[in-house]
């Protein structure tokens, strides 16, 4: 089987001292929330290294779940200048414009009881725009044309089991170099929602696979985990580009893991509620659908949770930055409550977050809890932004490419 040839601009690991990860999760409309600190970020390096300095050109992998996994192709797929095709400030501009018709709201008095009928007759979202937005702006590029590697979760209903799309898998696997338009909708088909996904791959040879996936937060809404256990196979494998890297050396990963917010301020669902629930109200309940909450709110900690007590156990904690909030109200935590109202306040939860301590979980308690000393995460970005910065400059410097210049 031919091999898939590359477009990562981003100089492998083995010239550096970091692997550099950028992890996104799922969450609708609640998207919003990191693309607010993704902007941030990019700006932080746009003041080290200039106004063209992209999000693309220094992480090692960035992975992304659902809406992450849309995210995650803004920041990676090519322009027609080999560019990424997104800057990270026009990502919550392309929220703001467009969630409200990928998720239409119903409007009147009977409001509430179409939002019922429609979820006992099928997805609340024909998903008819959706496709249609993604096709369009992402057309045909392929995943192995990513401006550096990705890692988008899906779940392929039909085999009952996860079905992760990776750069790093492409070489030895065409038939998962698939068009990053069909991965993007698979990953984003939260059952309710949305309908499944199906799609066949064909390779030159004739050789396909077929898929049929729903949302990757059924397996991965916080693909942090997955986007670690990529890079930690190619180590296994000895991938060069990697050497002399070995298993377990968490002190080599810079990781920034991002949230998209979560209530528990213990006023949205209560067991004297739910003790009485059947189907319908698990799958719809005032708005929301609890089930999709309780799940991917609960993967996506237990995520948090593994890597908190890994990069803590290896002293390794100030290589490893979670920003998140579990404090949302209302109709913030909703992932598909799309109103001009709702979609503004999202907004300012971003913003708000970013002047927020860095917290990191209680490992007793499920909670964030502020790090000492460590400031705001405004000013862990910054840091971290110089670190970024640094080791993008190191493996130039380093890179055959550079000394073939001199």
Known sequence: MERATYSVNIQPPCYGNLITVLSIDGGGIRGIIPGVVLAYLESELQ??????????????????????????????????????????KEIVPFYLENCPQIFPQAKGPLASVVNILKALTGPKYDGKFLRKLVRGKLKNTKLHQTLTNVVIPTFDIKKLQPSIFSSY??????????????????????????????????????????????????????????????????????????????PLEYERFL?????????????KYTAKMSSKWG???????????????????????????HNCVIFEALNSENNYLR????????????TDYATKENLESLVKVGETLLKKPVSRMNLDTG??????N??????????FAKRLSDERRL?????PSSKNQD
């Open 47 to 88: 003041k080290l290294d200039g106004e063209d300095a992209r999000l693309a050109d220094y992480f090692d992998v960035i992975a992304g779940t659902s809406t992450g996994g849309l995210v995650t192709a803004m920041l990676a797929a090519p322009d027609e200048n080999n560019r990424p095709l997104y800057a990270a």
């Open 169 to 246: 898998k492409v070489s030895g696997d065409l038939l998962i170099d698939a068009d990053l338009s069909d991965i993007c909708i698979a990953t984003s088909a939260a059952p309710t929602y949305f309908p499944a996904h199906y799609f066949k791959n064909e390779d030159t040879h004739g050789n396909f696979r077929e898929f049929n996936l729903i949302d990757g937060g059924m397996a991965a809404n916080n693909p942090t985990l997955v986007a670690i256990r990529e890079v930690m196979q190619q180590i296994m494998k000895k991938n060069p580009h990697f050497l002399p890297v070995k």
């Open 255 to 267: 990781v920034i893991s991002i949230g998209t917010g979560s209530d528990k301020n213990g006023t």
């Open 279 to 305: 189907v319908i109200s698990w799958l719809y309940e005032n708005g929301s659908s609890p089930l999709i909450d309780c799940y991917g709110q609960g993967i996506a900690d237990m995520v948090d949770y």
């Open 323 to 334: 920003i998140d909030d579990d404090r949302l109200k209302g109709h913030e935590s909703s």
């Open 367 to 372: 909670r964030y809890q502020p790090v000492e």
């Open 374 to 383: 460590a400031g705001t995460n405004e000013e862990a970005l910054h840091r």
């Open 395 to 399: 493996r130039e410097s380093k890179s």
